[in-house]
Each structure stands twice: as C-alpha cells, then as structure tokens.
C-alpha cells in the first residue's frame, strides 16, 4: 500500500509532517468487507446513461447507491464495522451514517443510539427509528451531537463510531469502488463526492489497487469547504459549515480520510448549492434517479469540469436518495429548470 502522510497535532491546529501512515485500509481489508457483505447486500447496479452524456460531453456510468436499502453507500461501512464488535454503538449523524449503524445494529443484534442536531430532518428521524435505533436529539450542530454522543459511549461503555475517520467504515465503503471497477474496468475517472471523506479515501485506495489509470477527483459544497481546503492545504482546517446539503455538511477536514486524499485524489472541486440542486432534477429529468443533494454531487461536479472531461469514461456514484419532501421541493423549483436547460 501507498506510504500515507501522518498528521501531528501542533500547537492546537494539525500540520502533516513527512512522517507515514498506515491507516490499515489495503485491498485485502476491502475484500474481507465484501465478503462480509454477501450476506446482508446485493450488489448495486451501474449503468450507462447516454441521455446524461448528451448534457455533460462524457461517457457516464452512473453507480446506484440510492437503492440501498438504507438509501445510501453508507451502510456497507456499518455492517462492516458492526460484523467484528460485539458491542453496542453511539454516534452523531445528520442521518444516513446513523442509518448505515442502525441497519447493521440490528442485523447483529447491537444496541444503537444516534446523536441528532436539531431541528433534524424528520424522514431520516423516522427511518433510523424504523431500524431500531434510539434517536437522541442534542445541540444545534454536528460538533454538539458528537461530543454528546462520545460522552455517552464513554458513560455507558459502547463503541463511539466517528462518521469518518474509521479504517473499518472505509474498508467497507471500498466494496462500492470494488465493484464499480470490477464491472467497469476502463473508467478513467471517479466522481466521488466528499463529505468526511471515507467514501472519497476508499474511492482511492482501490482505484489505485485495481485501476490505476483511473484518477479520482472529489466534488465537494462551496459553503462547506474544510475537507477541500485541508486538502489543499495540506494541513488539518476547519471551516464555515453553511451548506444545505445534508451529506455534506462537515465543518473540518479529518485525519484518517485526509491522509490518504493527500496522496489519492488527482483533483478536487467545490460546487454551489445551487448547482447541487440542477444536478439532482437532472438526475430525475435525465436518468430517472432520485437522488438526495449529497448524491447527485459528483453529478454537479462533472457539469463543473465538462471541458476537461469531454469524452472520457467517467464513474459518477450516486451516493444516496435519501431527500426529505421539502429538500424534493426546492429541487422542483423553477428556478433550477433555467441552468438545466
Ligand atoms: C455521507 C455521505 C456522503 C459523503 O461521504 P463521506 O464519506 O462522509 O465523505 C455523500 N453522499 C451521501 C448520500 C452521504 O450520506
């Protein structure tokens, strides 16, 4: 595996120094995940979309995250987390990291609480409590949720899971890319879009095991930007978290997905909120795919670089559908209908 950077906390900011680390993410690890995924998930489907090739220049394959049964990519890093531990869980989600627990939760016969900001969006409230989780509604933003739900994993001697920077959830979201690139061997490049960054540092990791040539390039919300910038930078930031688009809405750039970004991505581009919303009716108007905003990112990304990806092979995950009525409503909005066009 790629020798990973390592990330030292100094005088209170994170700065990478030469140094490596092994994040202990390799193929092996995102075999093992897919193994034990044959017995909870079915391969999703990835297909052609020509009528989306029309509008973006590029030869589209578009991998169907959002038929999920939790509606989102997540849930194969929480099953294979869960598969190994034995114990209960608490974590801090603004919906399908929580899902992906839940779901896996009760398929190993684990206790599972998730921490909620309010005001929380009531079609995940609804699903997580579907899958047994206990929903627990504490602070006004991620930051609040998550330093309540360690506190209470430490209280009651649960596993805290951290919605990124978990080896384990990125070894099992690698299955996605796994088999994406197993059925599409000749992509030439990934649109990923980057929340924390797991999907994105698995995205990475297996494209360069098992299709080198295939360069990933991660898409992420202008108003959200501290996974885009840390990456920039090179060093850990935090940043303003304004976006409205729930996937997404990290404000600071994490140290297990950054260090293999650092090495792994060959480009990343931020994308307004706006441009997240036509690339969504575009989904449903040109590829009959309902995706939540956070899922029709990497679409919005490739519109952003159609110039440089005119013509090329590109893989674009939908990574979830999970979009609430209201979320439904502002996509159909007229307004949008005009940058589509
Ligand atoms: C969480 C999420 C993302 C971002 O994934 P990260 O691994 O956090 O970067 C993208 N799309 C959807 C639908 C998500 O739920």
């Known amino acids: 595996?790629?020798?990973?950077?390592?990330?030292?906390?100094?005088?209170?900011?994170?700065?990478?120094?030469?140094?490596?680390?092994?994040?202990?993410?390799?193929?092996?690890?995102?075999?093992?995940a897919a193994a034990v995924l044959t017995d909870h998930l079915q391969p999703t489907p990835a297909w052609a979309a020509p009528a989306l090739d029309e509008v973006t220049g590029a030869r589209v394959v578009l991998k169907h995250e959002e038929v999920q049964p939790t509606g989102a990519f997540k849930v194969r890093g929480g099953l294979n987390l869960l598969s190994g531990l034995g114990c209960d869980v608490v974590s801090a989600s603004?919906?399908?990291?929580?899902?992906?627990?839940?779901?896996?939760?009760?398929?190993?016969?684990?206790r599972c609480r998730i921490v909620l900001p309010e005001p929380a969006n009531p079609t995940k409230v609804r699903a997580l409590r579907a899958w047994g989780a206990e929903v627990v509604l504490h602070g006004t933003c991620m930051e609040q949720a998550g330093a309540h739900a360690r506190a209470l994993a430490a209280r009651d001697g649960a596993r805290f899971v951290h919605p990124a920077d978990e080896p384990a959830l990125i070894a099992g979201v690698g299955t996605l890319y796994l088999e994406l690139l197993t059925a599409s061997p000749d992509l030439e490049y990934l649109l990923v879009p980057v929340g924390g960054g797991s999907g994105a540092a698995a995205a990475c990791l297996v494209a360069a095991a098992v299709a080198p040539n295939c360069r990933v390039i991660g898409v992420q919300a202008s108003s959200s930007p501290a996974a885009h910038d840390s990456w920039r930078s090179g060093s850990l930031v935090e940043r303003p978290n304004r976006?409205?688009?729930e996937g997404l809405a990290i404000g600071a750039g994490y140290a297990t997905?950054?260090?293999?970004?650092?090495?792994?991505?060959?480009?990343?581009?931020?994308?307004?909120?706006?441009?997240?919303?036509?690339?969504?009716?575009?989904?449903?108007?040109?590829?009959?795919?309902?995706?939540?905003?956070?899922?029709?990112?990497s679409l919005a990304g490739l519109l952003a670089l159609r110039s440089r990806l005119a013509g090329r092979r590109v893989g674009v995950v939908v990574t979830?559908?999970?979009?609430?009525?209201?979320?439904?409503?502002?996509?159909l909005d007229a307004t949008h209908h005009a940058e589509v066009a």
């Open 243 to 245: 976006t409205t688009i």
């Open 94 to 110: 603004t919906g399908n990291h929580g899902q992906s627990l839940a779901f896996a939760a009760r398929r190993f016969g684990a």
């Open 257 to 297: 997905t950054q260090a293999v970004l650092r090495g792994g991505l060959d480009d990343f581009v931020l994308v307004s909120d706006e441009q997240v919303r036509a690339a969504q009716l575009l989904l449903l108007t040109h590829a009959h795919t309902l995706a939540e905003g956070a899922g029709a990112a």
């Open 1 to 32: 595996m790629k020798q990973l950077e390592k990330w030292h906390w100094i005088d209170g900011t994170i700065a990478a120094t030469l140094g490596t680390m092994d994040i202990g993410v390799d193929l092996a690890a995102v075999r093992n």
């Open 320 to 331: 979830g559908g999970n979009a609430s009525p209201a979320e439904l409503g502002t996509v």
